[in-house]
Every structure is written in structure tokens, then in C-alpha cells.
């Protein structure tokens, strides 16, 4: 079996430390956290079981954000791109940028079935995404299943995911992997910020995320986790707080699990330049074994994405030498 799975995905059943972890004050639709959890406890899967395109000048990208001093490179970081942005890329004159940056192993690219003619040829790894866990048992039967290594789960405060997924995504990731043992793919969960709009209304967002351990309590169960701190990544210090910290709390939970942490051209529709991420990527290589690279449009998904932005991300993996 090509996955390894952490010793820790049967362990920590005792649910009682999940309630005495967490504070009271926290609610969830209106209920408690000590009661909704308390009503997690029955279930199989409970909470507290889920165990513009100019020529860009190259820096020397050197991170002081881990003990040791470490260069950067776009080479460097493990790196998850959806295909429809490597084809962003590419319409901005990009490709060659995007090829040297994701051609590796160390790139996970989200395709919608099998691997693009094109990127075939890459060394490259093929996953595929899904906002809700109860749609695993389709994929596995679909199209593209057999060329693909990983399942991305992306579950947030959307119709995409059910109501029950977002009041309990450590407990479905435990049951996706359960699923996934032995099959060849990964499993990678990238739980939104905005979780928290369903289980800690009206509380800020990122210390509710922190103090609810959600990374954590996934990582348990999963090979990779993404901390999707994309919307607090104009200001440097309080994203590489929230990531820090977050990184901090699956390390304890899995050390095993891969982290990647989440970049985005035009986070919701704001303006963020590429030299913002560059600084970014600098706060937090420490911390993380590379990033999700997002270039969002406005749609569905995403209603007030606005127009992408390749360029960023092309200038930006031009800064880290690609």
C-alpha cells in the first residue's frame, strides 16, 4: 500500500477532552459547544474521534522564519495548482514560468478527469477535488480515477458542503480515509476559514479556528492538510501568526501530514501584489512545505473573485527563480 497512514488515526478516542479543550462560549447555531459535541458522541463519527507580464528579476529568496536560514525557491515547495490556473498562466505568456515551477513531483495538479495532454508528459501528480465527502464513492468509479494519486476535500461555508460535513469535518475526513485505505491516493482537507460562520457565529474567525483545532483534529486522519489563511495574506504578520500557529497544532496531531498554506492573486476580489506574497512565502517556508496557489474568478465558487490574476502568480515563481 503506497499511503502511509499516521499511528494516530485510531487513537484519541476518549471524547470527553474534546468538550474540556475548548471554550464554553463558543456556539454552534445556537447551541453550546460542550452540548453540540456531546451529541457528536454517539456517532460513528464524532467530532473528537477524527483522528502582466514583464521580464521580473530574480531574488535571492532566503527565509529566517525556521531556526535555520533556508533558500526559497519556487523548486523548493511542494505546491498545489488547479489546471484551469496553470491555463491562466499560460495566457499571460506564463508557461514557461509555470512548467519549471510545477513540472516536479513535488506539485499536486487538480484536474477534472485525466491529465491534460500536455501536463501528461510532467512529473507532476494528479488529484482530484470535491467540496463534500459523500461524492468519494462516485470519483472512485469515474473517469480519471486510475491517473490520479489524491483526493483534495474542500469543505467550507457553502451549499457545496452539506450542513452535517461543515459541523463535523474531522469526523467525515476520518471516514474518507477509511475509504481511501489501500487505493494508492492521498487524502488532502483544506477546511475554509469560514467554517467558523457554522460553528462559532459572531466570534472572530481565526482565534475560533485555532482554539477549535480544526487542522488538528483532521490531520489525524489525512496525509496533508491546506491552512487556507488566503484572506489574511496582505498583512504578513497576521498571516504567518495564523498559519504559525495553526502548523503548530497539526504537527502535534500528525507529524506525518504534509502542510501546505494557502496563497490567492485576488483574494475575494482584493488586490494583492506579487511582491506581497513574495513576502509571505518568506514569513512562513518555516513553517509549511509549500503553498496552494489560487488564481479565483468570479463565479459560483466565488462570487466576489472579480477577474483573475495570473500575472501575480507568474511574477511572484519569477521572484522565487522559476
Same mark, same amino acid.
Given at each position: 500500500?503506497?499511503?502511509?497512514?499516521?499511528?494516530? !488515526?485510531?487513537?484519541?478516542?476518549? +471524547?470527553?477532552?474534546?468538550?474540556? !479543550?475548548?471554550?464554553?462560549?463558543?456556539?454552534?447555531?445556537?447551541?453550546?459547544?460542550?452540548?453540540?459535541?456531546?451529541?457528536?458522541?454517539?456517532?460513528?463519527?464524532?467530532?473528537?474521534?477524527?483522528?502582466?507580464?514583464?521580464?521580473?528579476?530574480?531574488?535571492?529568496?532566503?527565509?529566517?522564519?525556521?531556526?535555520?536560514?533556508?533558500?526559497?525557491?519556487?523548486?523548493?515547495?511542494?505546491?498545489?495548482?488547479?489546471?484551469?490556473?496553470?491555463?491562466?498562466?499560460?495566457?499571460?505568456?506564463?508557461?514557461?514560468?509555470?512548467?519549471?515551477? &510545477?513540472?516536479?513531483?513535488?506539485?499536486?495538479?487538480?484536474?477534472?478527469? #485525466?491529465?491534460?495532454?500536455?501536463?501528461?508528459?510532467?512529473?507532476?501528480? &494528479?488529484?482530484? %477535488?470535491?467540496?463534500?465527502?459523500?461524492?468519494?464513492?462516485?470519483? /472512485?468509479?469515474?473517469?480519471?480515477?486510475?491517473?490520479?494519486?489524491?483526493?483534495?476535500? %474542500?469543505?467550507?461555508?457553502?451549499?457545496?458542503?452539506?450542513?452535517?460535513? +461543515?459541523?463535523?469535518?474531522?469526523?467525515?475526513?476520518?471516514?474518507?480515509?477509511?475509504?481511501?485505505?489501500?487505493?494508492?491516493?492521498?487524502?488532502?482537507?483544506?477546511?475554509?476559514? %469560514?467554517?467558523?460562520?457554522?460553528?462559532?457565529?459572531? +466570534?472572530?474567525?481565526?482565534?475560533?479556528?485555532?482554539?477549535?483545532?480544526? %487542522?488538528?483534529?483532521?490531520?489525524?486522519?489525512?496525509?496533508?492538510?491546506?491552512?487556507?489563511?488566503?484572506?489574511?495574506?496582505?498583512?504578513?504578520?497576521?498571516?504567518? #501568526? &495564523?498559519?504559525?500557529?495553526?502548523?503548530?497544532?497539526?504537527?502535534?496531531?500528525?507529524?506525518?501530514?504534509?502542510?501546505?498554506?494557502?496563497?490567492?492573486?485576488?483574494?475575494?476580489?482584493?488586490?494583492?501584489?506579487?511582491?506581497?506574497?513574495?513576502?509571505?512565502?518568506?514569513?512562513?517556508?518555516?513553517?509549511?512545505?509549500?503553498?496552494? /496557489?489560487?488564481?479565483?474568478?468570479?463565479?459560483?465558487?466565488?462570487?466576489?473573485?472579480?477577474?483573475? +490574476?495570473?500575472?501575480?502568480?507568474?511574477?511572484?515563481?519569477?521572484?522565487?527563480?522559476?
Amino acid at each position: 500500500m503506497s499511503r502511509k497512514v499516521s499511528n494516530t !488515526r485510531n487513537k484519541d478516542k476518549k +471524547q470527553s477532552k474534546f468538550v474540556l !479543550r475548548h471554550s464554553p462560549k463558543l456556539v454552534v447555531g445556537g447551541l453550546s459547544l460542550a452540548v453540540l459535541t456531546a451529541g457528536f458522541a454517539g456517532s460513528g463519527t464524532a467530532f473528537a474521534q477524527a483522528s502582466k507580464h514583464k521580464a521580473v528579476k530574480v531574488y535571492s529568496a532566503t527565509s529566517t522564519s525556521s531556526s535555520t536560514s533556508t533558500t526559497v525557491t519556487a523548486q523548493s515547495l511542494k505546491w498545489i495548482v488547479a489546471y484551469s490556473a496553470i491555463l491562466q498562466m499560460d495566457s499571460v505568456n506564463g508557461a514557461t514560468v509555470a512548467q519549471s515551477a &510545477f513540472d516536479s513531483p513535488n506539485t499536486s495538479i487538480i484536474v477534472a478527469g #485525466n491529465p491534460p495532454s500536455a501536463e501528461a508528459t510532467w512529473t507532476s501528480k &494528479f488529484i482530484l %477535488d470535491t467540496k463534500s465527502a459523500s461524492s468519494l464513492s462516485t470519483m /472512485m468509479t469515474a473517469t480519471g480515477w486510475n491517473t490520479t494519486t489524491g483526493v483534495l476535500y %474542500d469543505p467550507e461555508h457553502w451549499s457545496y458542503t452539506p450542513l452535517v460535513e +461543515q459541523l463535523n469535518v474531522p469526523g467525515y475526513v476520518s471516514s474518507m480515509s477509511t475509504t481511501l485505505f489501500g487505493t494508492g491516493h492521498n487524502l488532502i482537507v483544506t477546511p475554509a476559514l %469560514d467554517l467558523m460562520a457554522t460553528l462559532a457565529p459572531g +466570534q472572530p474567525y481565526t482565534q475560533s479556528f485555532i482554539s477549535l483545532n480544526i %487542522d488538528g483534529l483532521a490531520a489525524k486522519s489525512a496525509d496533508a492538510i491546506d491552512i487556507q489563511a488566503q484572506s489574511l495574506e496582505t498583512n504578513t504578520t497576521t498571516y504567518a #501568526n &495564523f498559519v504559525t500557529n495553526v502548523a503548530n497544532e497539526i504537527k502535534a496531531a500528525n507529524p506525518n501530514a504534509v502542510i501546505y498554506a494557502g496563497l490567492s492573486t485576488n483574494p475575494s476580489g482584493s488586490s494583492v501584489t506579487a511582491w506581497q506574497l513574495y513576502k509571505d512565502v518568506l514569513a512562513t517556508s518555516g513553517a509549511v512545505s509549500g503553498y496552494w /496557489m489560487n488564481i479565483p474568478g468570479q463565479g459560483s465558487l466565488c462570487p466576489t473573485c472579480g477577474t483573475p +490574476q495570473p500575472k501575480v502568480a507568474v511574477h511572484l515563481l519569477s521572484m522565487l527563480g522559476a
